[in-house]
């Protein structure tokens, strides 16, 4: 069984759309990621949720979204979309509570969007 | 704001050669893992460090923390081709919680027969 899983793997789509990858996982986890990895293979975080509440938002463009509709789910939504945008997306999950030792995360597939 | 910083970030090295990479962060933290990413796929986790002086083992893969540097490291003994990926550290800020991980810019390391 895939513990973290992310649809679609890979996404062409025309500047100025708006599109959307989910995030489903079955760890059983209460906090999940979103994280972009550019061209040159730089990872950064774009948001946590934990128990479907936003803990970071990082320096993101608000065309980018978050949804979660439930613990096991964490889905992106961009909205017009630019060329800088092209990137992999990786998708990601832990569990964290306070408290804890550390926080180990694992990930998705990742999902490579290209924007032309 | 936390920096992290591999180096090298690009390595080549022959099969049954030692070698160590490197990971350089700079605010206080006592939580560093290592991952390794093949091409196209995802990360996989390979080391969780939790305390200064942790020293981890898996077959020719060893990492070590060292807090009061704020420095770990990889250790590749007597490489294999299979070896060959791009291995990133990333360090959980102290009191950072359900924060994301901070990575570094990711070693891209070829071994070659």
């Known amino acids: 069984d895939t513990a973290v899983s992310q649809t679609p793997k890979y996404l062409v789509t025309q500047m100025g759309n708006d599109k959307s990858i989910k995030c489903e996982q079955n760890?059983?986890?209460?906090?999940m990621y979103w994280y972009k990895q550019d061209s040159k293979k730089f990872l950064k975080i774009m948001f946590s949720y934990n128990n479907k509440e936003l803990i970071i938002n990082e320096t993101v463009p608000n065309r980018f979204s978050p949804k979660s509709p439930d613990k096991a789910h964490l889905n992106l939504h961009i909205n017009s979309l630019e060329l800088g945008d092209s990137a992999v997306y990786f998708c990601a999950s832990s569990h964290w509570a306070a408290g804890m030792v550390y926080n180990e995360q694992f990930f998705g597939p990742g999902t490579r969007l290209t924007v032309l | 704001e936390l920096k992290v910083e591999q180096n090298p970030l690009f390595l080549s090295m022959q099969e049954e050669k030692n070698y160590t990479i490197y990971c350089n962060y700079s605010?206080?933290?006592?939580?560093l893992y290592w991952y390794r990413q093949d091409p196209g796929k995802s990360l996989e986790s390979l080391f969780v460090l939790l305390s200064n002086g942790a020293v981890k083992q898996e077959g020719r893969l060893m990492a070590s923390l060292d807090t009061k540097a704020r420095l770990s490291t990889l250790h590749i003994t007597a490489a294999v081709h299979d070896l060959s990926a791009t291995y990133f550290c990333?360090?959980?800020?102290?009191?950072?919680?359900?924060?994301?991980?901070?990575f570094g810019k990711g070693t891209h390391l070829i071994i070659q027969p």
């Open positions: 760890l059983g986890h209460d906090t």
């Open positions: 605010t206080t933290s006592d939580r």
């Open positions: 990333a360090v959980e800020e102290d009191g950072g919680g359900a924060d994301g991980l901070t």
